[in-house]
């Protein structure tokens, strides 16, 4: 186990979305404000720690033939429960994530994980997995958050910064003057697009660095 | 169990086999089933509670005197009603009674219309003359920029909110339509149009209510 390298590699080099390309679902569309970015990621981040840990803990007592029935049971359990307790406990992050919660149970990020690593791995290292793999989903939706809503509606926050408009939410901190904004970007095709352009510069950047260590 | 299973995975059909499967995963499921009861125990009231709030705050927003109205329990939904939402072009998901001072003042009435984008519900408030008294927009999913206008009641030409237009219109009226007797916000068409619909859902509706 080698937390060092775990670490870099949910962040960087094996990251769950630019580099695995898993759960692009929820990334392209929840990205559109700060708060939906950050309570999206950190209930994957939570979600899938505590599958993880508990697919690692039960990984020698499944039957081969039925692993991944029960990691979805597992995960399924896990799901519901954090979508009740964001229900009851943040009724606006629930609002703005709607269906994308329950939706988490089939967010290929948790059931790769599950297969690739915790399956395979000891708890510990699984539980490490699920935090360090969470961090860098959440690191990249709040990237696509700050992007789409900076160039797309012209703010910074939405959610927890900024006036509160008629429906009691936070607007966010307007940086660019609302004439400006490219509101495409808000929209589901602006979505695809800031995302194919991070996973071009990640995969340059990695290319990049690739070459450096080979030339040495 | 593991170079036992293996051969005779072959046969694929050793009852010891199948039933060890069935039985790991109805455990696995009592156990997930077991815990998320008890989520369920803690969190339940709270969420009615919140959605309960919510529906309120929706159904003082189109009453005449949201300070002093107070609103029973949803109604239950009767076989005439549906189908005169139905005739209408949307759909009924609840009715509300509204009383002032203890006497009844109309109904809130949520409804359920397509727009551009997918459905709108909306609250429609009625008066005990069955005119409308306001019309908001509980959830959509329309175009932002574009039919998002008519959501957020944007002012018309006229100057009065695209919603606002609604108040004290009646089945009387005849069927509302955009165009003829309803002003449609430039470009959002079919959004107006959705909530159009909605009003004369609600409005039908309400008059088949007793």
Redesign the interface.
Known sequence: MNLGKQFKEGLITNNPVLVQVLGMCSTMAITTSFFNGLGMGLAVLVILTLSNVIISAIRKIVPDKIRIAMFIVVIAGFVTMVDLLIQAFLPDLAKSLGVFIPLIVVNCIILGRAESFSYKNGVVASFFDGIFQGFGYTVVLLIMCIIRELLGAGTFGGGILGPVNAAGTHMGIQIIPSQFPIGMLTLPVGGFLVLGTLIAAMQWALSKSKNKEESK | ?SSE?KTKEKVNMDPK?IA??AI??FV??VV?AG??GG??A??AD??AA?NWE?TQKAMKAVVAEPDSAEFSEALENTEAMVSAAKSAGGSLDSVYEVLVNGEHAGYAIKVVASGSQGSIEMMVGVDAENAVTGVSIVDNSE???IGSKVM?NDPLPSGVGVLDQFIGKSAADGTLTVGSNVDAISGATVSSKGVTTGVNTALAVAGAIG
Do not use: P
């Open positions: 169990m299973v086999y060890k499967l790991t995963l696995t499921c997930v815990l998320l989520v369920n803690i969190t709270k969420i919140i919510n175009t932002s920029g957020a």
